[in-house]
């Protein structure tokens, strides 16, 4: 039979910051030669007495996510769940979390959500950039998408953790030779950070990637301007590492940022073109 | 309730958006009523369905469909993009009705949003329309066409004014070209007025309110290279001369005078200074 749930690496889930537990199902892309994978990733923030879901995957992995939940909470409540931006793979088990934790608020620009999913209305609580929630030791704070693609989109921060959460920007691939639009890696390096993988990002791969995910940056020459403010944020917040929701987990975001800012910048397409 | 654009070809049906500040897609501030839209295109007994409206639509989706086609009949479905305001309605018509074929891109099948059993049984009935991809990754001319009956096929491709992964479909047999996302601004004030736009029809529009809804969501729009957009828009309406234009969201455009008169504001919109 097809396999038709999304699988999870062995080494995942993996406690990637103080509270923060990276959890993971991958989606294998069966090409000729070989599998590869492609993350959609959900982030787990626990407190002392509240938690948050940061993005909820794909309804195919429900359940992997429910089963890792329920393993990880240790029969409490999900308090929180933070959806980035309404795409499927951030999104599509909300009505799934809401009928397993039914009192479970859903914050962040909710708007168009009442639309996608009447059924969880009274679940929408809207947020905006610098609000936060307390977990008990621990925060979650609303920041402002500085990359994104719908224009409902929000990034979160985890203050005690240190944890930046940027839904589709910092997505990138790192071989090479794997010739695919989305961000993908080889089986074994589902559960490795940025600092553990043994193949550096390519410049060329994050270009490919930033000009098809992020389709405006062909369009849009402002690469350094858009980055700059990524660095301040990052400055201004004490980020110690970044967490997408397609890629490894980066933990050392301070070498990344440069192959992702020039990447960025060899997607743009008409440099000589009238305006 | 639905409306008939071309007798016993094409129809329009979908609900009504209040705008009360909660939808994103839409200027700030903007108020009154937004068509949400699905087609139905129709020859003999077969009949093709381009999107599936918003959740909070779906008995009006479902108790239409159920007129045009008689409950639990047969139709293929195609997505002009994998977001919720298209996709939303997709289970309860595969609960209701026989989805015979559904065509999409993207590397994520729309059933795996379904419970497994749904999804076992309706799985090997998606059509990937981009399994193609140029070198460019571009809009592909003509890159697919769907067969709605024999002798009339529905033409697909990527455009190259686009946010996501999103395609256009042109009918020629009805000349309707379907926008998804673009051309979206045709506003209602009232939730019975008209939704399409044509002779009979007092036109307010203005190439304000035309970029109003295009940044809104192509935020990346006033500080973009858009000669290229523009081109390709122009000669795409040259090539093709539609009489209808039909998006997911707004009014639907009928009549070429109204059809060169809604593309011209489109065009000025797409030169940011002149507006």
């Known amino acids: ?275 | 309730m639905f409306t008939t654009l071309y007798e016993d070809k094409l129809v329009v049906l979908g609900g009504i958006i209040p705008l009360d500040g909660r939808v994103s897609w839409v200027p700030e501030g903007a108020t009154g009523f937004q068509p949400s839209n699905a087609y139905l295109l129709t020859e003999g007994s077969s009949r093709l369905l381009v999107d599936s409206g918003l959740a909070v639509h779906s008995q009006e989706i479902l108790e239409d469909l159920a007129q045009l086609i008689g409950e639990g009949g047969g139709v293929s479905m195609f997505f002009t993009r994998s977001e919720m305001d298209c996709v939303s309605n997709l289970e309860p018509i595969a609960g209701r009705f026989d989805i015979e074929r559904l065509f999409t891109g993207g590397v994520i099948n729309p059933f795996d949003a379904f419970d497994d059993l749904s999804r076992l049984a309706l799985r090997g009935r998606r059509h990937q329309i981009d399994a193609q991809r140029t070198e460019e990754g571009d809009s592909v001319a003509r890159a697919a066409e769907i067969e709605i009956a024999p002798g009339r096929v529905l033409e697909v491709e990527s455009p190259l004014l686009r946010l996501l992964p999103t395609f256009w479909g042109w009918d020629q047999e009805t000349g309707t070209l379907f926008t998804s996302d673009t051309f979206t601004h045709g506003m209602m004030e009232r939730p019975d007025g008209a939704r399409i736009i044509d002779s009979t029809v007092e036109d307010a529009t203005t190439v304000e309110q035309v970029a109003g809804h295009l940044y809104a969501k192509y935020e990346w729009i006033p500080r973009s290279t858009c000669g290229p957009l523009r081109e390709w828009l122009q000669e795409k309406f040259d090539a093709l001369d539609p009489e209808i234009i039909a998006p997911s969201r707004g009014c639907v455009l009928k009549g070429r005078d109204v059809v060169r008169r809604h593309l011209g504001f489109m065009l000025d919109a797409l030169t940011p200074q002149l507006v």
């Open chain 1, 1 to 275: 039979m097809e396999e038709l749930v999304e699988t999870m690496s062995s080494d995942l889930p993996r406690t990637v910051a103080k509270g923060v537990t990276w959890m993971s199902s991958c989606l294998p892309f069966h090409l000729e030669d070989r599998v590869i994978h492609g993350h959609n990733s959900t982030y787990l923030v626990q407190g002392d007495h509240s938690s948050i879901l940061v993005d909820t995957g794909n309804p195919s992995s429900w359940p992997i996510i429910s089963r890792t939940l329920d393993g990880l909470l240790d029969g409490k409540e999900l308090t929180y769940v933070f959806p980035t931006h309404p795409e499927l793979p951030h999104t599509g088990n909300l009505p799934r979390l809401v009928e397993k934790y039914p009192q479970i608020q859903v914050i962040g620009d909710v708007r168009d959500y009442h639309l996608f999913y009447p059924q969880i209305e009274p679940n929408l609580h809207a947020k905006v950039p610098g609000d936060k929630v307390d977990l008990g030791g621990q925060e979650f704070m609303v920041v402002e998408a500085l990359i994104r693609d719908l224009p409902n989109t929000q990034w979160g921060f985890a203050p005690q953790a240190g944890v930046l959460f940027t839904a589709d920007g910092f997505c990138y691939m790192h071989r090479p030779e794997l010739d695919d639009e989305d961000p993908v890696h080889l089986p074994g390096e589902c559960g490795l950070t940025t600092g553990e993988l043994q193949v550096p990002i390519a410049v060329e791969n994050a270009a490919f990637f930033t000009g098809s995910a992020l389709y405006w940056a062909r369009f849009a020459n402002d690469a350094d301007a858009v980055y700059d403010r990524v660095l301040h944020l990052i400055d201004d917040l004490g980020v110690q590492s970044v967490a997408p929701t397609h890629g490894n987990f980066i933990s050392n975001i301070r070498e990344v940022e440069p192959i992702i800012r020039a990447g960025h910048k060899r997607a743009y397409r008409y440099e000589t073109a009238q305006p």
